[in-house]
């Protein structure tokens, strides 16, 4: 086999999304081996992509560094920037930013210029790791001093990352900036915008922005009618909520499972448990399967009702259909049953929910925390605490309160006061119940 006839099998190969790790590895050593002509680096490129696109890339990410490094000792075949920019990409997805930079710079150091695309997979990683102000330092600053200008793509990733720690109005800013720079607002730019001003509840701000989207002959997609959805479900006007499926699906856009999730979501926080299951229902007619979230929504409520016997028939159906409980379904048994100040059941769930391979978290021991205080076995919450440190669960606001609550109640005042001054240590800011629970303290001193 020629060559050229190689690189198309190897591009073919990889396009059909269906080639192994083994595959690729043949395919490698064999264009390697090929020197009548020296193949190109792209299709050591393709099949660099197809590794990363790999599901379980964590994996098989050392294999990719292997093959790079094998690749560099080639001295006829050069890795480029999209080489590299492939590579910083594998190294964000398994959380090796440091790894990343190091390939940066090594790229740098033999190219006088670069391109955004190679920033951009490393940008996305550090907004992962909630680095944003370094990303904010390389796309307005590092990226102009190395000749590199940033494209729309390293915008929206500053920009998803500005809104993500409530940045709002630098992310605004940022907007204006860009379009100086003569890059103009995609529908990602809008959509972004909208999400992060409903996740602070300025749903006003996020229409007039959807307004402002249209007016510009961009069209919302289904992310941007989500996070709108989303916004109207939290804030309990449902009625608002199906007005804008309905608009939605006339434009043309069909819901998908996150649309109807948050509705029944929405539904269920109502109590409107029938018309909850009116949409779980036209959404299984719609040929979308409903994912633990939809179904955790379902049994929250109906163990709110106190219907735990049909929420459990309903984890049963759940697990039938192949689709397993996670550490929130859970939770909502163990918070139903001990409120029901059945612990022993609790217990017994918490115990099914280890041997599924799955860790108590902080809203688990929360909960059996703040049913030991009610029935008054505070030496066996004090315990509690104690063994979920020591699994690496750190204790939040809400577990110090339970405990500072529970010591005031038995009239371990100096014990509580004890707690809340580790609550402070901890960088726990005491809030509006914390403050309640320790008046208590106050006045039964007075007394």
């Known amino acids: 086999m020629g060559t050229r006839q190689l690189e198309s099998v190897v591009r073919e190969r990889c396009r059909s999304g269906t080639v192994t790790i083994a595959e690729v590895s043949r395919l490698f050593d064999r264009l390697l ?29 050392p294999t990719v560094f292997s093959l790079f490094n094998r690749l560099t000792l080639n001295k006829h075949i050069s890795p480029d920037g999209c ?24 790229f740098l150091k033999v190219r006088s210029g670069t391109e955004a695309r190679l ?15 370094e990303v904010a330092a390389i796309v307005l600053n590092k990226m102009p001093k190395l000749g590199c200008i940033p ?4 915008y ?34 809008y959509t972004t915008l909208i999400d992060g001003l409903c996740k ?53 856009i069909q819901p998908d499972i996150v649309t109807y999730t948050t509705l029944i979501d929405g539904l269920c ?26 179904y955790n929504a379902l049994m929250d409520v109906l163990c709110k009702k106190g219907e735990i016997e049909k929420a459990e028939e309903l984890l049963d159906f759940m697990v039938s259909k192949g689709v397993q409980p996670g550490i929130v379904t859970y939770n909502i048994f163990i918070d139903r049953l001990c ?54 669960v750190q204790p939040d606001i809400v577990t110090y309160n339970i405990l500072i609550d529970g010591l005031c109640k038995k009239g371990l005042l100096d014990k509580a006061e004890q707690m809340l001054q580790c609550m402070i240590s901890e960088g726990l800011e005491p809030d509006v119940i914390t403050y309640s629970a320790l008046r208590c303290t106050v006045q039964t001193r007075r007394n």
Not at 96 to 103: D, G, I, P, T
Not at 119 to 133: M, S, V
Request: proline share 3%.
């Open 156 to 189: 929206n990733i500053l920009m998803n990352g500005l809104c993500k720690i409530g940045q709002i109005d630098k992310a605004e800013e940022l907007v204006d900036y860009m379009v100086s720079k003569g890059l103009q607002p995609d529908v990602v730019t």
């Open 83 to 106: 080489t590299y920019s492939i590579l910083i990409n594998c190294c964000t997805r398994v959380d090796r930013v440091r790894l990343a930079f190091v390939l940066l710079g090594r």
């Open 33 to 61: 081996a090929t020197s009548d002509p020296v193949p190109s680096i792209y299709p050591f490129n393709h099949l660099f992509m197809a590794l990363v696109r790999m599901k379980n890339i964590t994996n098989y990410y």
């Open 339 to 392: 409120k029901k100040g059945l612990l022993d059941k609790a217990n017994q769930m918490v115990q099914c929910m280890i041997s599924k391979g799955l860790e108590p978290d902080v809203v688990t021991f929360n909960v059996l925390m703040d049913m030991l205080c009610k029935k008054g076995e505070i030496e066996k919450a004090e315990e509690l605490l104690d063994f979920m440190v020591s699994k690496g």
């Open 119 to 133: 920033f951009n997979p490393l940008l996305k990683g550090l907004c992962k790791d909630n680095r944003i102000h």
């Open 269 to 294: 926080k109502k109590g409107l448990l029938d018309r909850a299951n009116q949409m779980l229902q036209c959404m299984i007619t719609k040929g979308l399967e409903p994912n633990v979230v939809t």
């Open 151 to 154: 494209d729309l793509f390293s």
């Open 200 to 252: 602070k509840g300025l749903l006003d701000k996020a229409t007039q922005m959807l307004q402002c989207m249209i007016s510009k002959g961009l069209e919302p997609n289904i992310v941007t009618y989500n996070a709108l959805m989303d916004m109207l479900c939290k804030k309990g006007e449902i009625e608002k909520a199906e007005e804008l499926l309905d608009f939605m699906v006339s434009k043309g």
